[in-house]
């Protein structure tokens, strides 16, 4: 992949470098156009997701789109669902930043092999986290909660406010994947007999208020969360063993139509791809393998993020930091001229 | 593009940190404080868990059938309950209903007295509208997640964001049911020599009820209307079935969860409409004699 974008783009620069040698003025403006021109008159709409290390990769490639390539692009709101069904359906938005295709599995894949859809690369290159956490000051109190069992042994120590005498573990927000998964191991582990409750926040932003909340408070607290993410880099929890990963159980346990016996796994860690419309790469070449390129990892991720979350900042403004102050990581991504664009839209 | 004369970060920092602080340093008064509205909601919900559903029908059918007289609305009541407990939204009814009457009855205990004092002094007038107004329009997201941050995520926050949406109406209405008393009644009332208590509870409430009832209807379908967001910070119910559906994208969760909290708005809405009537009718008699 990398070495066949590389080569085209080598292809390119020689076209530009020779036309330029004719002296042929306008044959090389049209010919440098073309080397980094969008491709495409369509508006490229960019899903920003509700969590913000989506939100903020969306504003990057936007503004990259926009100032470098001279795209039309736009941010529309988005979450894993919602967005996939609808890039499979009706090819919009064009551009997932960050999908997490491990709870879409089965659709993205069939919509890949019917050509609707594609992975134009990984968006978080060292893969991603998921499981439940608690905040490393409860486990240093008490240092055999290392494993799951140790921890469901032990409903006082994070006792629910609405039902004296039992535990609560803190799930996932309605209607996403991670709901049913939890849900299925708060079954498995037989956690409703152990004096467990399981607790669902209602969406995103409670679930971090409350794990904000039992952090500032020193208080102990069972939930279940995801990374690369600013809480995570934030909060200092550790992840408690789930035992090992068993993709088959996992799969029954996010199938709303399984029969089987919820089992026990820990959560696969999940590929998050940058995933388009099949049309993108087709009529925006440029933008395709810009976007092959455009990967990070946890740690530029988690720096990213502890950036917007310390400066109060948007995702806008965020994004604009990340292309003042990681020049380097970012012009890799393009070719020259288009990050000369960018750089001067930036000063 | 309006030019940036101040540097804000230092204030919203501020802000934030203020609200860490109460969070660290007063959040478990806060949340005792809060604890008597949780024991009551606790226990409302506990009361329509335990009744049977045949009961429940039975008790929201006669009320309708004698605040109406009349066949249609009590009929159309039994049907809608009983196809709520066909789409199995039976238990998440109970619930919101809980969350809702619970609501309603805090804010009846705060609003009412307001409202009897707003009436009865400019001064307290002018400084109660504004903060009405921004009860009413302040998205309610913006005090969602601090209130979920000082008393935890559930029941509490969700009642408290409910009673700030909910109360408004009803305090604005008591108010202008107060003020619009006959001046010519009151005149009496005073040449009669009754003292002002008896005036405000034997004449002026009296009178006003129907304009007070009508408040209590309001508040009533605007807890309602707060389901769906209050599910949002882990209150659960109907609301909640609603934001699964739209998770994941299950149109059919979400339209059957809807039209539950729709069923349960037109209970509430008829059977206190039908009440408000009937008690305007025994005030127009008595007044006729």
Known sequence: MFHKSGSVAAAMSAVVFAAGMAAAIPTSASAQDAATSCGTDRTIDIAEMTWPSAAALAHIHAIILERGFGCTAEIVAGDTVPTSASMLSRGKPAIAPELWTSSIEEAWKKGIADGVVVEIGDAITDGTVEGWFIPRYTQEANPDLTTAEAVIARPDLFPDPEASGKGRLYSCPPGWTCELSTSALYEAFDMEEKNWNIFSPGSGGALDASIARAFTREEPILFYYWGPTSILGKYDAVQIELGEVKPEV???????????????????????????????PEEAPAVAEYLAKAGLSNAQISKLLVYGDENNADATETAMNFLRTEQELWTSWVP??????VLASLN | ?????????????????????????????????????????????????????????????????????????????????????????????????????????????????????????????????????????????????????????????????????????????????????????????????????????????????????????????????????????????????????????????????????????????????????RLQGRIGVGEAH
């Open chain 1, 336 to 341: 020259q001229d288009v990050a000369e664009k």
């Open chain 1, 250 to 280: 996992y799969a029954c346990n996010t199938d709303k139509d399984c029969r089987d016996e919820p089992g026990i796994t820990a959560y696969p860690s999940s590929p998050a791809v940058i995933g388009a419309a099949a049309w993108l």
């Open chain 2, 1 to 277: 593009m309006f030019p940036e004369l101040i540097n804000t970060r230092p204030l919203r920092r501020a802000v934030d940190d203020g609200l860490t602080w109460v969070v660290r340093n007063w959040g478990s008064e806060l949340e005792a404080a809060a604890h008597p509205l949780l024991v009551l909601l606790n226990w409302i919900e506990q009361l329509l868990l335990a009744t049977p559903w045949w009961l429940f029908i039975a008790v929201f059918v006669g009320l309708a059938a004698l605040a109406t007289r009349n066949w249609k609305l009590p009929l159309i009541i039994f049907v809608a309950l009983v196809g709520m407990g066909l789409m199995e939204l039976w238990r998440d009814a109970m619930i919101t209903t809980a969350l809702m009457i619970t609501a309603t009855l805090t804010a009846i205990a705060i609003s009412i007295p307001v409202g009897v004092w707003m009436s009865r002094s400019q001064r307290v007038r002018q400084f109660v509208t504004p903060v009405l107004d921004l009860m009413q329009t302040m998205p309610s997201f913006v005090y969602l997640i601090p209130t979920v941050m000082i008393f935890g995520p559930g029941k509490i926050p969700a009642l408290l964001a409910t009673i700030i949406y909910a109360s408004p109406p009803l305090v604005r209405l008591t108010d202008l049911g107060l003020r619009n008393v006959d001046p010519a009644v009151m005149e009496a009332t005073r040449a009669f020599g009754a003292s002002p208590s008896q005036r405000l509870f034997g004449v002026q409430i009296p009178l006003a009820l129907p304009t007070i009832l009508a408040g209590i209807n309001q508040t009533t379908m605007m807890a309602l209307a707060m389901v769906v967001i209050a599910s949002m910070i882990g209150a659960g119910g109907l609301g909640y079935q609603v934001l699964q559906g739209i998770g994941r994208l299950e149109v059919s969760r979400g339209l059957f969860a809807g039209l539950g909290i729709v069923v349960l708005a037109i209970i509430f809405d008829r059977i206190t409409q039908a009440y408000g009537r």
